[in-house]
């Protein structure tokens, strides 16, 4: 459902705000959650961790397509066609929604390790897009499981701002150069 919102810009604006008044509002409510840390040294350790978890994602992709062949490859192509007609404003409105919005809501809250283990596990069902792409929205738990642990080790909400906004924004620059190929390809 998430992942859907982010496929044009006014949904996924619609929803930025819905999630950070959300977050913000819980936050103020229960006056808990991780410290900001709007810093350089946040900045720099978001470009960090979306290394990481960047490198994981190409990690999973190749065991994917070693395991899985052509199966797993048909359902990759699937999810990117999802935003065959995405535009850069929603690459951008879908990127911000993850990283303000959602990390208000699934990290922003807390850092004990039952919350953001349960945040993750959330997060990852609310990325489920259909039932034959269910492997994404595994994947999609994984994800959220190094962004809270990037926060528990952190503690820093900053970092994973900063790491959500350009892991979407990579996904989404990829997905909209694997459909332009695609549709280049197609006779």
């Keep these: 459902m998430l992942f859907l919102l982010k496929r044009t810009w006014p949904p996924a ?19 808990s959650g991780p410290e ?15 290394s990481g978890v960047l490198l994981s994602d190409a990690a999973l992709h190749g065991l994917g397509c070693l395991l899985f062949g052509e199966s ?3 359902r990759h192509r699937a999810l990117a066609a999802v935003f065959l007609d995405q535009r850069f404003v929603a690459i951008l409105a879908g990127a911000a929604m993850a990283g303000i919005g959602e990390e208000l809501v699934f990290r922003g809250l807390g850092t004990s390790p039952l919350y953001l283990i349960s945040a993750a596990v959330a997060f990852g069902l609310l990325h489920h897009v259909r039932r034959e792409l269910w492997p994404f929205t595994v994947w999609s738990i994984w ?11 952190i503690q820093m909400l900053f970092v994973t ?7 979407d924004l990579m996904g989404f620059l990829i997905f909209r150069y694997l459909n332009r190929r695609a549709v280049a390809a197609s006779p």
């Design 13 to 31: 604006l619609a929803a930025l705000i819905v999630l950070a008044a959300l977050g913000l509002g819980l936050r103020t409510l229960l006056s």
């Design 36 to 50: 900001f840390g709007f810093s350089l040294r946040g900045l720099l350790l978001g470009i960090a961790v979306v």
């Design 72 to 74: 797993y490859r048909r």
């Design 143 to 153: 994800e959220g499981l190094l962004f809270a642990a990037a926060l528990y080790v």
């Design 161 to 167: 701002m900063v790491a959500h906004f350009l892991h």
